[in-house]
């Protein structure tokens, strides 16, 4: 049965990679509005991208003001901005957040309108060129058909889809990553093993997207430890962004899993980053979700050195579950209690969190039937496991 398999319109990635694709940036448009936060101007960052720029001879305006997880008031006035300035391209520099923005963005230039108007339809119109530059190795938005962005009024995280939202260039240089502190790294980089592993065990994984896939897992145990460990280590950075991107673009064509469905409920509740909600749900979710797919997580086990041929799928299954729970303490992973989230409060809400995390489909790819009966039990667990 024949499968689409998407990609970004171009990849510049390596050491030196904006260097490379500073000569590039002339075709996209006459000028750009780059998406950022606060955070990416005052490391500077942003004024990298502003100098590739100038030297191009190329206008640009600065919108800085994504702030956390992106929402929907963000993307009214990114968008505000962006048609004031008379802009015709878009650059993010960030995490998912300002690549996410970016996109939300782009997709109301030609219509206007709120971003919440697209929940539960696919994105299809006109775009502006985008280019993507990640900052942190983890989030894969750089390489993907997807924008998450929180409906204040709802109190939701929408997980909105449509070919369109493709960055027409990613810049993938580990230089932005170096200045990732040790948190950072941690839960953008659990988030990538997340995309990864859920898009090989998915029921929507194809050829291609397992090649991506389980060549991530294998980069991520070797390089992540490091990376969290010596920031300045760059072959860990370098190996860790290829990671990332190798994670995006097989969730981007195999979907992801549990995690997700169940993290995006709590980031929208509580205000948790979302690779940080995604490690926070590893344990839980991988340990309900092996019964389905011993052949595939197995698999992972033996690429990643955990398990050999003598394991059965089984044992095999488990050894790799116990390499991924080992990597999360040793990345310090707080609990929910830890990070300061009230017991009676997350309980009172798990009927909310449970029913939003089915309705995003995202559970449902998982090789394993599951209720929302499961994902209420699941959520209660992660109180007492």
Not at 50 to 56: D, L, T, V
Not at 190 to 217: G, I, P, R
Not at 236 to 244: D, F, L, N, P, Y
Not at 338 to 362: C, L, N, P, V
């Amino acid at each position: 049965m024949a499968k689409e398999f998407i990609v970004p319109g171009q990849m510049i990635m390596g050491a030196g990679a904006l260097d490379l694709a500073e000569t590039t940036l002339g075709r996209f448009g006459t000028k750009a509005m780059i998406v950022t936060d606060q955070v990416m101007v005052d490391l500077g960052n942003c004024g990298k991208v502003e100098s590739a720029q100038r030297r191009q001879g190329i206008p640009y305006t600065v919108y800085p003001d994504i702030t956390g997880e992106p929402t929907d008031t963000m993307i009214g006035n990114g968008l505000k901005k962006y048609v004031d300035e008379g802009c015709d391209f878009l650059i993010a520099l960030g995490g998912g957040s300002p690549i996410d923005s970016m996109k939300a963005i782009g997709s109301l230039v030609e219509k206007g309108g709120n971003i919440a108007d697209y929940m539960g339809k696919v994105i299809d119109v006109k775009m502006p060129p985008m280019i993507a530059v990640p900052t942190t190795a983890g989030t894969g938005s750089e390489a993907t058909q997807f924008t998450i962005i929180t409906d204040t009024e709802k109190n939701i995280k929408m997980l909105l889809k449509g070919k369109v939202l493709m960055p027409d260039l990613a810049i993938i240089d580990p230089q932005f990553t170096m200045t990732a502190p040790p948190r950072i790294t941690a839960a953008t980089g659990l988030d990538a093993l997340c995309h990864a592993v859920e898009a090989y065990t998915s029921n929507k994984a194809q050829t291609l997207s397992d090649t991506f896939a389980f060549s991530a897992v294998k980069r991520i145990f070797r390089y992540l430890p490091r990376a969290f460990h010596n920031g300045q280590d760059e072959e860990a950075r370098v190996g860790m962004s290829i990671a990332a991107l190798e994670a995006g673009i097989a969730f981007n064509n195999a979907s992801v899993t549990l995690i997700h469905g169940m993290s995006r409920p709590i980031g929208a509740l509580f205000h948790v980053a979302h690779g940080l909600s995604n490690a926070m749900l590893i344990k839980e979710c991988l340990g309900f979700a092996l019964e389905g797919a011993y052949d595939r997580f197995a698999e992972l086990g033996r690429g990643i050195g955990a398990a050999d041929a003598a394991d059965s799928d089984r044992e095999a299954s488990e050894k790799f579950l116990s390499a991924v729970v080992a990597l999360t303490v040793e990345l310090e992973t707080p609990t929910l209690e830890e990070y300061g989230i009230d017991r009676e409060t997350f309980f009172q809400s798990i009927g909310k969190m449970a029913h939003d995390a089915m309705e995003s489909g995202s559970p449902q790819n998982t090789r394993r039937a599951i209720t929302q009966k499961d994902v209420e039990q699941m959520y209660k667990n992660l109180w007492i496991s």
